[in-house]
T-cell receptor, first 111, second 116 residues
Framework: GENVEQHPSTLSVQEGDSAVIKCTYSDSASNYFPWYKQELGKRPQLIIDIRSNVGEKKDQRIAVTLNKTAKHFSLHITETQPEDSAVYFCAASSGNEKLTFGTGTRLTIIP | EAGVVQSPRYKIIEKKQPVAFWCNPISGHNTLYWYLQNLGQGPELLIRYENEEAVDDSQLPKDRFSAERLKGVDSTLKIQPAELGDSAVYLC??????????????FGPGTRLTVL
């Protein structure tokens, strides 16, 4: 089955700087890669996703890049703000509706 | 549009007791998922329904866990009897299921279970 690894497990950045979270996956058939943000005690919320027919997708301060050859994808947050502090999860799916999640990255934005 | 609804939000029980969680998906969403989230970990799929059919229950511990979605709308997940290791957050999610490509999954707020 699919295996998703996520790094780093914790990340602290100064407000206004950029943050990058990286994930690798094992199943070459995977074709859908969402990123979820989960604040303490809250539900995971989708922030951005990418499908394997594109290499990059951007939504305001958030972008995701995908390298299918290397089987890795990354989340980029620019101009970080205190409200970006949360746990971020990557996930991968091979089109069978099953998501395999990474172990999460706790992002802390330092004012 | 209302999101995925779950109840209760919190549940504290003693080991060996039964417990049940309820989920109402987003209106019109055919696919419903139950996930287990341990502290500091990502969600792990327990079971997936398409309408009233359980199409993937390979990760559901069937000796003590059961689930149903009788009318293809809301769903119940049950544990009987609960064990200490079952303490976790139980998340429900739903997706539209367009057929073929993976649809966005929308999560509920979860039920935090504590087994004493």
């Amino acid at each position: 089955g699919e295996n998703v690894e996520q790094h780093p497990s914790t990340l602290s950045v100064q407000e206004g700087d950029s943050a990058v979270i990286k994930c690798t996956y094992s199943d070459s058939a995977s074709n859908y890669f969402p990123w979820y943000k989960q604040e303490l005690g809250k539900r995971p919320q989708l922030i951005i996703d990418i499908r394997s027919n594109v290499g990059e997708k951007k939504d305001q301060r958030i972008a995701v890049t995908l390298n299918k050859t290397a089987k890795h994808f990354s989340l980029h947050i620019t101009e970080t703000q205190p409200e970006d502090s949360a746990v971020y999860f990557c996930a991968a799916s091979s089109g069978n509706e099953k998501l395999t999640f990474g172990t999460g990255t706790r992002l802390t934005i330092i004012p | 549009e209302a999101g995925v609804v779950q109840s209760p939000r919190y549940k504290i029980i003693e080991k060996k007791q039964p417990v049940a969680f309820w989920c109402n998906p987003i209106s019109g969403h055919n696919t419903l998922y139950w996930y287990l989230q341990n502290l500091g970990q990502g969600p792990e799929l327990l079971i997936r329904y398409e309408n009233e059919e359980a199409v993937d229950d390979s990760q559901l511990p069937k000796d003590r866990f059961s689930a149903e979605r009788l009318k293809g709308v809301d769903s119940t997940l049950k544990i009987q009897p609960a064990e200490l290791g079952d303490s976790a957050v139980y998340l429900c999610a739903s997706s539209l299921h367009g057929g073929g490509a993976t649809d966005t999954q929308y999560f509920g707020p979860g039920t935090r279970l504590t087994v004493l």
